[in-house]
Structure formats: structure tokens, C-alpha cells
């Protein structure tokens, strides 16, 4: 056995560096235009808040859009194809977005140049035309790229699934699943100043490009096991270690299958179980990302403190540093809960969503504290940013719980769709709030705050009790365990 060890090769784990790298791109490329839009591309194109929520808001639907398929598409084309098109796609929407000023110019009449609209020297209904012009152009990149980052949660389990047994695979997910925060973490350390010393364009053009170099490793790296040259017999023994008994869990499944009882979609719909699920991730899915999208945006028109400074920087990094380190207790909570307390695992983990569920009330102490520092919206934000993603890994085990294997991926997708329809609307109200209050300016106000302030106080009250309320009617839809017979 040690002599094996020792003659194994470790390409697996070199692959899933790879898969690490592609969703920090994946987690970088989503935030360029956050990170860009208050400093940058606002001021040159004329748009307002609601201009930038009406292009997020797509964003956030087209993605839960093209999730339901993006599983489908990385089988049908195999592992290596389907990633490869599915970063491709992703990376050119990406790049795209920096040819949205030059197509601007020759689109709109009267725009002599991108110089001339970086001066500022269009204006009047020229300028009008342009903010309508860029924002459909920048909804088309963004389509585009959320059509490509769909493909990669998807292909990434699928080749963690090729590559390792199962008792490495929760493992390797994680790794890669790391990636997403060091994205989330390494993209105000880096965007906003390429963004400041090269332009607005080479952020996307850069970040995105990323992409196209992970292709090139991606191509000459990876190939099935059994026909990978960098995979030597001991190491294709050690992947395959359980293929006998997945071969026999397979065929039992495909029996139970045979006997089990399917779900049509419309079918889903008449259970309080599955309406359980579409209200937590309506209410909750498009909290995350309006914390996504707009907190760069808030410490700006808040603080005055723009992203290319290290403050700003330092403010977005501690937030999403929050998140990472304390939503890994989303997992570790309800498992105690079963183990050490002997809960059942469904009441066990709607307790620990019920403790998740007060994290983002700290989003209401952000804009009263932040009258004294932007520390405290940055910690407090993170916080309730944090409750998010424990309370979603919960949110997504209850569907396990609730319902047969036949209907589990429909009731997934069932819930995917209402999360991004709640993130749409989230996005559209943040977005038209936000323009409305600036424009209204004192005579708009909200417990002590006025004009666009008091429009982030309200959006901040209502992602503070969302989670409360979605567990509430949860819990009244569902008061105890009752899962659906097949």
C-alpha cells in the first residue's frame, strides 16, 4: 500500500486547482462592473441608480434562467467541451463589455468619439440617447456572461465526480468551492485600480482574458481518466476505487426509479412543501445580491470613499472576509444539531435557519452606525451577508428532506426561478428607489434620513427582515415533518 502511495500520480489535484481557478475568475468577471460602476462608467455614459438596477436585475434572471439548462448542456457535450464553451462564453461576455463605449459612439448620432464622452462633452437629449443605448448594450454582455457562469458549478462537480472517490469528493469541492470567495475577495484588490491607471475597459479586458488563458491550460490538461497520459494505473485505481459500488447503487436506484412516482412540474406546485421552498428563496436570494451589486456603489455615495482608494478597497475586502470565515458554520450548526441534540434533521435545520434568519437584522444597525464610521456598515453588511449563505446551504437541504429523489431537480429549478425573480424585482425597486430618493433629495426621508440615504435605510430594513419573514411563512406552510410519499 505505501509503495502504491508512492508510485501514484496526483494529476487529480492538479485538475482541481484548475477548477478553483475558473470559479475565482467566474467570481471576479461577475464583479467588474460593481466594482467600475460609481467611479467610471456612471459619470461617461449618463446612467443613473435605476439604469444600473434595471441591467443587474437582468442579470440576476437570466442567470437563474440559464442555470435549469447549464447541467443538461455539460452532459450533453462531456466535460471537456462543455467547460471549455461554458468559460469561452463567460469570458467573451466579459471582454464585451469593453467595446460597449466605442459601439455606443457609433450608435447614438452626435457622439464624435469615446474620448468625447469621457470629456463629458455630450449632453442634452444626445446624452439621454446615450444612457439608453449603453444600458441595453451592457445587457446584452451581461446576458452573455451570466449564460457562460452558469455552465461552471455544473461542469466543476461534474469533473470532481470523474476524478476523485467519494470520500475525497466533499473535499475537493470545497477547494474549488473557494475559489468563489477568493474572487469575492481578491476582486477589490485588483479591479479598481486597473480600472483607475488603465481605464474602465482594460478591467473587463483583463479580468476577462483570464478566462481565455484557464482554456489553454484546460485543453492541454484535462482528459478523461482512463485516456489521461498524467494518469498512471495506481491513481486510476484510486479514482475508481468505488465504481462497483456505484454500479450496484446505480442499479438500485434505477429500480426505485422504475417504482417511484413522478412529479410533473405543475404537479410540484400543489404541495406546501414546494411553495415552502419558492417563498424562502424568493424573499432571500436577491438579499445576497443586492449586497453584491450595490455595496460598492453605497460606500461611495455614502462615505464619499471611492474604490480606487485603499479605504474603499479595505471596506469590500472585510466584508467579503466576514462572509467567507463565518458561513462555514452554515453546514456545522444543524449537523450538531442532529448529532449532539438527536433532532431530526429537518426540525434541526430549520432551527439552525431560524438562528441564520436574525444574522442580517445587523443590516439594520449599518446606516445608524454608520453616521460614526464606514467600519460599521462594512462589519455589519458582512454579517448579515454571511447569515445569507449559511441560511441558503440549509434552504437547499430541505428540498432532500421534503421530497423523493423523482422531484428533487424540479423543485430545485422550481425555487431557482422564483430566487431570481426575487432578485429581479430587488434590483429594479433598489435601482428606481435610489434615483427617485437623490432626485427628491431632503424631501425625501425615512427615521431621520434624508434623500439617497434614506433610500439605503429602507432597502437595508427590508434585507434585514426578509429572512424572518421567509421562515415564518415557511414554518406556517410546513409546521412539522411531512415529506411527500412517492
Known amino acids: 500500500m505505501s509503495t502504491q502511495k508512492k508510485l501514484m500520480t496526483n494529476w487529480r489535484w492538479w485538475l482541481c486547482s484548475l477548477l478553483f481557478f475558473a470559479t475565482t475568475v467566474n467570481y471576479l468577471d461577475r464583479q467588474v462592473l460593481s466594482l467600475t460602476y460609481e467611479g467610471f462608467i456612471k459619470p461617461e455614459f449618463g446612467w443613473t441608480d435605476a439604469d444600473y438596477g434595471v441591467i443587474t436585475s437582468w442579470f440576476s434572471i437570466l442567470y437563474a434562467v440559464f442555470c435549469l439548462f447549464a447541467g443538461k448542456f455539460v452532459d450533453w457535450m462531456g466535460t471537456k467541451k462543455g467547460y471549455l464553451i461554458a468559460i469561452g462564453v463567460w469570458s467573451l461576455g466579459a471582454v464585451m463589455h469593453a467595446g460597449c463605449g466605442w459601439a455606443t459612439s457609433h450608435l447614438v448620432s452626435g457622439v464624435e468619439s469615446v474620448a468625447a464622452l469621457k470629456a463629458g462633452a455630450v449632453t442634452g437629449e444626445t446624452m439621454s440617447m446615450v444612457a439608453t443605448v449603453s444600458v441595453y448594450l451592457f445587457i446584452l454582455c451581461r446576458g452573455i456572461l451570466a449564460l457562460g457562469e452558469s455552465g461552471n458549478f455544473p461542469a466543476a462537480i461534474k469533473v470532481t465526480a470523474e476524478y476523485f472517490p467519494k470520500k475525497d469528493r466533499a473535499f475537493a469541492t470545497s477547494i474549488f468551492n473557494a475559489g468563489a470567495s477568493v474572487g469575492a475577495l481578491a476582486a477589490p484588490l485588483c479591479i479598481p485600480p486597473l480600472a483607475k491607471n488603465l481605464g474602465w475597459e482594460w478591467a473587463f479586458i483583463i479580468i476577462g482574458g483570464l478566462g481565455f488563458v484557464w482554456m489553454f491550460f484546460w485543453q492541454f490538461m484535462y482528459d478523461k481518466p482512463e485516456k489521461s497520459s498524467h494518469v498512471n494505473a495506481a491513481e486510476l485505481a484510486y479514482i475508481h476505487q468505488d465504481d462497483e459500488e456505484e454500479a ?83 453546514g456545522w450548526l ?20 431560524l438562528i441564520f434568519a436574525f444574522f442580517p437584522l445587523f443590516a439594520l444597525l449599518a446606516q445608524p452606525l454608520g453616521i460614526h464610521s464606514p467600519w460599521w456598515p462594512a462589519l455589519l453588511i458582512g454579517l448579515a451577508a454571511a447569515g445569507h449563505q449559511a441560511w441558503s446551504a440549509n434552504l437547499f437541504s430541505t428540498i432532500g428532506d ?21 432578485s429581479m424585482l430587488i434590483q429594479r425597486v433598489a435601482g428606481n428607489l435610489f434615483t427617485y430618493a437623490e432626485n427628491a433629495g431632503e424631501a425625501f426621508r425615512f427615521l431621520g434620513f434624508s434623500g439617497k440615504p434614506a433610500g439605503y435605510f429602507i432597502m437595508f430594513c427590508f434585507c434585514g427582515v426578509a429572512y424572518l419573514i421567509a421562515w415564518c411563512i415557511m414554518k406556517s406552510l410546513v409546521p412539522k415533518y411531512k415529506p411527500i410519499e412517492a
Not at 426509479?257 to 400543489?270: D, G, I, T, V, W
Not at 421534503?402 to 426561478?417: C, D, H, L, R
Open 334 to 353: 444543524p449537523k450538531m444539531f442532529v448529532e449532539k441534540k438527536g433532532m431530526h434533521p429537518y426540525p434541526g435545520r430549520m432551527l439552525a435557519m
Open 402 to 422: 421534503m421530497f423523493p429523489k423523482s422531484a428533487v431537480a424540479t423543485v430545485t429549478g422550481i425555487g431557482a426561478m422564483a430566487g431570481g425573480v426575487g
Open 248 to 330: 450496484r447503487e446505480k442499479a438500485a436506484a434505477q429500480a426505485a426509479a422504475a417504482n417511484e412516482r413522478q412529479f410533473s412540474l405543475l404537479e410540484c406546485f400543489k404541495f406546501k412543501q414546494t411553495w415552502s421552498f419558492i417563498v424562502g428563496k424568493f424573499f432571500t436570494d436577491g438579499v445576497w445580491w443586492f449586497f453584491l451589486f450595490w455595496a460598492p456603489s453605497y460606500f461611495t455615495n455614502q462615505f464619499g470613499i471611492k474604490m480606487t482608494e485603499p479605504k474603499g478597497q479595505a471596506l469590500i475586502f472585510t466584508l467579503y472576509a466576514i462572509v467567507t470565515v463565518i458561513s462555514i458554520f452554515g
